[in-house]
Protein backbone atom coordinates (compact mmCIF):
# COMPACT_ATOMS: atom_id res chain seq x y z
CA UNK A 1 0.00 0.00 0.00
CA UNK A 2 1.47 3.20 -0.93
CA UNK A 3 2.00 5.86 1.65
CA UNK A 4 1.22 9.71 1.46
CA UNK A 5 3.18 11.33 -1.26
CA UNK A 6 3.83 15.16 -1.40
CA UNK A 7 4.69 17.20 -4.36
CA UNK A 8 6.81 19.03 -5.11
CA UNK A 9 9.57 17.91 -2.47
CA UNK A 10 11.30 21.03 -2.13
CA UNK A 11 10.15 24.46 -3.67
CA UNK A 12 11.91 28.01 -3.32
CA UNK A 13 9.31 31.10 -4.21
CA UNK A 14 9.84 34.56 -3.93
CA UNK A 15 8.18 36.69 -1.35
CA UNK A 16 4.56 38.31 -2.25
CA UNK A 17 4.62 35.16 -4.44
CA UNK A 18 1.84 32.42 -4.13
CA UNK A 19 2.54 28.85 -3.45
CA UNK A 20 0.28 25.57 -3.88
CA UNK A 21 1.36 22.92 -2.20
CA UNK A 22 0.08 18.87 -2.95
CA UNK A 23 -1.31 15.94 -1.16
CA UNK A 24 -1.87 12.14 -1.76
CA UNK A 25 -3.69 10.44 1.06
CA UNK A 26 -3.02 6.72 1.45
CA UNK A 27 -6.15 5.31 -0.64
CA UNK A 28 -8.60 4.75 1.22
CA UNK A 29 -8.02 7.71 3.70
CA UNK A 30 -11.16 10.15 4.06
CA UNK A 31 -9.11 12.63 6.24
CA UNK A 32 -6.16 14.80 5.40
CA UNK A 33 -4.49 17.55 7.75
CA UNK A 34 -1.88 19.87 7.06
CA UNK A 35 0.80 21.12 9.68
CA UNK A 36 3.80 23.57 9.33
CA UNK A 37 6.84 22.97 11.04
CA UNK A 38 9.43 25.24 12.21
CA UNK A 39 12.87 25.18 14.34
CA UNK A 40 11.68 27.72 16.26
CA UNK A 41 7.82 26.72 16.47
CA UNK A 42 7.54 22.88 16.05
CA UNK A 43 4.43 21.63 14.45
CA UNK A 44 1.56 23.67 13.95
CA UNK A 45 -1.63 22.61 12.95
CA UNK A 46 -2.75 24.16 9.64
CA UNK A 47 -6.77 22.40 8.75
CA UNK A 48 -7.85 19.01 8.23
CA UNK A 49 -10.32 18.04 5.36
CA UNK A 50 -12.71 15.45 5.84
CA UNK A 51 -15.15 14.75 3.22
CA UNK A 52 -14.11 17.78 0.40
CA UNK A 53 -14.64 19.85 3.75
CA UNK A 54 -12.82 21.90 5.98
CA UNK A 55 -13.40 20.16 9.67
CA UNK A 56 -10.98 22.11 11.99
CA UNK A 57 -8.70 24.90 11.30
CA UNK A 58 -5.58 26.17 13.31
CA UNK A 59 -4.44 29.67 14.03
CA UNK A 60 -3.08 30.85 10.96
CA UNK A 61 -4.03 33.67 8.83
CA UNK A 62 -6.45 33.77 5.77
CA UNK A 63 -3.17 33.69 3.12
CA UNK A 64 -3.03 29.64 4.17
CA UNK A 65 -6.13 27.96 2.42
CA UNK A 66 -6.42 24.43 1.30
CA UNK A 67 -9.35 22.55 -0.48
CA UNK A 68 -9.98 18.74 -0.67
CA UNK A 69 -10.82 16.54 -4.21
CA UNK A 70 -13.67 14.27 -4.30
CA UNK A 71 -10.60 11.43 -4.69
CA UNK A 72 -9.40 12.69 -1.02
CA UNK A 73 -6.36 14.81 -2.49
CA UNK A 74 -5.58 18.16 -1.47
CA UNK A 75 -3.79 21.22 -1.91
CA UNK A 76 -3.05 23.97 0.11
CA UNK A 77 -2.13 27.33 -1.01
CA UNK A 78 0.37 30.43 0.19
CA UNK A 79 -0.57 33.54 -0.95
CA UNK A 80 1.44 36.34 -0.68
CA UNK A 81 4.40 34.82 0.72
CA UNK A 82 6.69 35.37 3.38
CA UNK A 83 9.81 34.76 4.53
CA UNK A 84 8.49 33.35 7.98
CA UNK A 85 6.25 31.12 5.64
CA UNK A 86 9.76 28.82 5.09
CA UNK A 87 8.76 25.55 6.22
CA UNK A 88 8.66 22.22 6.08
CA UNK A 89 4.79 21.70 5.39
CA UNK A 90 3.48 18.05 5.89
CA UNK A 91 0.53 16.37 5.23
CA UNK A 92 -0.71 13.43 6.86
CA UNK A 93 -3.79 11.32 6.51
CA UNK A 94 -6.05 9.44 8.50
CA UNK A 95 -9.18 6.71 7.92
CA UNK A 96 -11.49 9.21 9.19
CA UNK A 97 -11.86 12.28 10.83
CA UNK A 98 -11.69 10.26 14.20
CA UNK A 99 -8.78 7.77 13.56
CA UNK A 100 -6.24 10.10 15.15
CA UNK A 101 -8.66 10.27 18.62
CA UNK A 102 -9.49 6.91 18.82
CA UNK A 103 -6.41 5.06 17.73
CA UNK A 104 -4.23 7.67 17.53
CA UNK A 105 -3.05 6.61 14.10
CA UNK A 106 -2.52 9.20 11.15
CA UNK A 107 0.29 9.00 8.64
CA UNK A 108 2.57 11.37 7.52
CA UNK A 109 4.17 12.10 4.33
CA UNK A 110 7.58 13.11 3.80
CA UNK A 111 6.81 16.88 3.13
CA UNK A 112 7.42 19.91 0.75
CA UNK A 113 10.37 21.91 1.93
CA UNK A 114 9.56 25.77 0.85
CA UNK A 115 12.02 28.43 1.20
CA UNK A 116 11.09 32.22 0.76
CA UNK A 117 13.69 34.35 -0.24
CA UNK B 1 -6.08 24.40 26.91
CA UNK B 2 -3.64 21.66 27.60
CA UNK B 3 0.16 22.53 27.04
CA UNK B 4 2.46 20.23 26.46
CA UNK B 5 6.38 20.18 27.56
CA UNK B 6 9.03 18.14 27.12
CA UNK B 7 12.55 17.99 28.16
CA UNK B 8 14.68 19.78 24.69
CA UNK B 9 17.14 16.82 24.30
CA UNK B 10 18.34 13.66 25.97
CA UNK B 11 21.44 11.14 25.00
CA UNK B 12 21.87 7.47 25.71
CA UNK B 13 23.59 4.71 25.33
CA UNK B 14 22.59 1.45 22.86
CA UNK B 15 20.88 -1.54 25.33
CA UNK B 16 19.18 1.13 27.50
CA UNK B 17 15.85 1.82 28.17
CA UNK B 18 15.23 5.47 28.01
CA UNK B 19 12.46 6.93 29.64
CA UNK B 20 10.97 10.54 27.88
CA UNK B 21 8.56 12.07 30.15
CA UNK B 22 5.93 14.91 28.78
CA UNK B 23 4.32 17.05 31.30
CA UNK B 24 0.47 17.99 30.47
CA UNK B 25 -1.31 19.63 33.18
CA UNK B 26 -4.47 20.90 32.23
CA UNK B 27 -5.25 17.69 29.70
CA UNK B 28 -8.81 17.26 30.01
CA UNK B 29 -10.90 14.53 30.68
CA UNK B 30 -11.55 12.93 27.20
CA UNK B 31 -8.03 13.81 25.57
CA UNK B 32 -5.74 11.24 24.86
CA UNK B 33 -1.89 10.98 24.60
CA UNK B 34 0.00 10.18 21.72
CA UNK B 35 3.95 9.70 20.79
CA UNK B 36 5.25 9.91 17.15
CA UNK B 37 9.16 9.46 16.47
CA UNK B 38 10.58 11.73 13.19
CA UNK B 39 13.41 11.11 11.74
CA UNK B 40 15.54 13.81 9.45
CA UNK B 41 13.88 14.31 6.00
CA UNK B 42 10.59 12.59 7.42
CA UNK B 43 6.73 12.63 8.29
CA UNK B 44 6.56 11.84 12.35
CA UNK B 45 5.91 8.52 12.64
CA UNK B 46 2.97 7.26 15.20
CA UNK B 47 4.68 4.86 17.92
CA UNK B 48 1.89 4.85 20.73
CA UNK B 49 -1.62 6.10 21.95
CA UNK B 50 -2.59 5.90 26.13
CA UNK B 51 -5.78 7.34 27.86
CA UNK B 52 -4.52 6.13 31.44
CA UNK B 53 -2.54 3.36 32.94
CA UNK B 54 -0.20 1.34 31.24
CA UNK B 55 -0.19 1.02 27.08
CA UNK B 56 2.75 -1.13 25.46
CA UNK B 57 2.78 -2.42 21.82
CA UNK B 58 5.72 -4.22 20.30
CA UNK B 59 8.29 -0.80 19.92
CA UNK B 60 7.57 0.97 23.51
CA UNK B 61 5.43 1.66 26.57
CA UNK B 62 3.18 4.39 27.97
CA UNK B 63 2.87 4.74 31.43
CA UNK B 64 0.02 7.63 32.23
CA UNK B 65 -0.38 8.12 36.06
CA UNK B 66 -4.03 8.51 37.36
CA UNK B 67 -3.80 12.25 37.47
CA UNK B 68 -2.81 11.78 33.46
CA UNK B 69 -0.95 15.29 34.08
CA UNK B 70 2.11 13.70 32.64
CA UNK B 71 2.67 10.60 31.04
CA UNK B 72 6.34 8.88 30.31
CA UNK B 73 7.36 6.99 27.19
CA UNK B 74 9.21 4.03 27.36
CA UNK B 75 11.09 2.82 24.95
CA UNK B 76 13.28 -0.40 25.73
CA UNK B 77 17.00 -1.55 25.08
CA UNK B 78 17.68 1.10 22.51
CA UNK B 79 19.72 1.12 19.18
CA UNK B 80 21.47 3.28 17.18
CA UNK B 81 18.48 3.53 14.70
CA UNK B 82 16.32 5.05 17.93
CA UNK B 83 18.29 8.60 17.28
CA UNK B 84 15.47 10.68 16.46
CA UNK B 85 12.75 13.58 17.67
CA UNK B 86 10.08 12.47 19.92
CA UNK B 87 7.14 14.31 20.15
CA UNK B 88 4.24 14.18 22.78
CA UNK B 89 0.21 15.02 21.11
CA UNK B 90 -2.32 15.65 22.95
CA UNK B 91 -5.50 14.94 21.60
CA UNK B 92 -8.71 16.50 22.78
CA UNK B 93 -12.49 15.24 21.59
CA UNK B 94 -13.45 18.44 19.41
CA UNK B 95 -10.19 17.63 17.58
CA UNK B 96 -7.57 20.07 19.58
CA UNK B 97 -3.98 18.79 18.28
CA UNK B 98 -1.65 20.11 21.28
CA UNK B 99 1.67 18.91 20.56
CA UNK B 100 5.11 19.29 22.62
CA UNK B 101 7.76 20.52 20.80
CA UNK B 102 9.84 17.88 20.83
CA UNK B 103 12.96 16.20 22.81
CA UNK B 104 15.91 15.12 20.42
CA UNK B 105 17.12 11.46 21.76
CA UNK B 106 20.64 10.95 20.78
CA UNK B 107 21.93 7.12 21.08
CA UNK B 108 25.11 6.84 21.56
CA UNK B 109 27.39 3.02 20.73
Known amino acids: KAGVTQTPRYLIKTRGQQVTLSCSPI?????VSWYQQTPGQGLQFLFE???????NKGNFPGRFSGRQFSNSRSEMNVSTLELGDSALYLC????????????????FGPGTRLTVT | LAKTTQPISMDSYEGQEVNITCSHN???????ITWYQQFPSQGPRFIIQ?????VTNEVASLFIPADRKSSTLSLPRVSLSDTAVYYC??????????WGAGTKLIIKP
Open chain 1, 27 to 31: SGHRS
Open chain 2, 50 to 54: GYKTK
Open chain 1, 49 to 55: YFSETQR
Open chain 2, 89 to 98: LVIGSNYQLI
Open chain 1, 92 to 107: ASSADRWSPLRSGEQY
Open chain 2, 26 to 32: NIATNDY
